[in-house]
C-alpha cells in the first residue's frame, strides 16, 4: 500500500483497491473549512478517474468526530455572499462524494452533525462508532440542512421521520440512527475501520465495471418511475455484456475458481 499526505485530507491506496480518505483537522472536529473543501474536492476528482481503486471509506481522524459539519469559526467573519458560496461549496463536495463511480462506505468514528451527516449521506453505506453521534442540527442554528440534508434523507428513511429529526435538530445515538435507518451498522470505535474495511473487501472482489453499473441503476433509478427505472437497469446491464470481466466471470464459475477481474 502507499500513502499520501494531501494537506488536510490523508488518502491511503491499499493494494487491495480499496482507498480510505481520512479528514484530518482533529483539532477543529474535522470541521469544513475552506482549505479542507478544496482538498477533498482534488482527492475526489483523482479517486474519480483511479481505476485501481474499486471501494472508497471516508472517515475522520481522531476520536472527537468524523466531521462536524461547516467551520462556523471560520464563518463567523463572512458576509452574506460569503456564507451562500460556503455552503455551495460544501453541497458541491458531498454531490462529488455522491458521484464516485466507485462504493463509498462512510465510517463515521464520532460526532457527525450537520454537514458531517450531510457528507455521510452522501456515501452508499455508513457505519458508526458506537461512541458516535449523528443529526442534522442546522435549525438549532437558524438554518437549515443546505449541503443536502433535506433531500437526502426523506429518501433514505422516509419523509415523517426526516422532518422529525430536521425540525427538531435532534441528536441520535447510532443505535437509534440504526433503528431508523440512517446507519446500516454500529460497531464499536476499536472495530470500526474492520467493519467498513470487511465490507468494502466484499464489494472489491466483485467485478468493478459491474459495481459502478450497479451504483448507476440504483442512484439513477431512485429518482425516477418504475418503468424508466427498469430500462435504466437495462441500460445498465448492457454496458457489461461485451466486457472481458463478464467472460472471466463465466469462465471462473466453469472452473470452479475465484475470478480475477481487471476491470475491462
Known sequence: ??????????????????????????EAANAF?????????????????????????????????????????????????????AVRNIGSVVKAVEDLPQPTIAAINGVAFGGGLELALGCDLRVGATEAKVGLTETSLAIIPGAG????????????KAKEL????????????VSIGILEYAVPRSELLQKALGLASAMAKNGPLALKQAKIAINQGIQ?????????????????????????????FAEKRSPEYKGQ
Do not use: W
Open 33 to 85: 473549512s475552506k482549505q479542507m473543501l478544496s482538498d477533498f474536492r482534488q482527492v475526489l476528482f483523482d479517486l474519480k478517474v483511479d481505476d485501481d481503486v474499486r471501494v472508497v471509506i471516508i472517515t475522520g481522524s481522531g476520536e472527537k468526530a468524523f466531521c462536524a459539519g461547516a467551520d462556523l469559526k471560520e464563518r463567523k467573519g463572512m458576509c452574506d455572499a460569503q456564507v451562500k458560496q
Open 166 to 177: 430536521i425540525y427538531t435538530a435532534k441528536r441520535l445515538n447510532v443505535e437509534e440512527a
Open 149 to 160: 440534508g433535506t433531500q437526502r434523507l426523506p429518501r433514505l428513511i422516509g419523509l415523517g
Open 1 to 26: 500500500m502507499n500513502e499520501t499526505i494531501v494537506k488536510t485530507v490523508q488518502v491511503e491506496k491499499r493494494s487491495d483497491g480499496i482507498a480510505i480518505v481520512t479528514l484530518n483537522r482533529p
Open 224 to 252: 425516477v418511475d418504475l418503468a424508466t427505472g427498469l430500462k435504466i437497469e437495462e441500460l445498465a446491464y448492457d454496458a457489461l455484456i461485451s466486457t472481458e470481466d463478464r467472460l472471466e466471470g463465466l469462465k471462473a
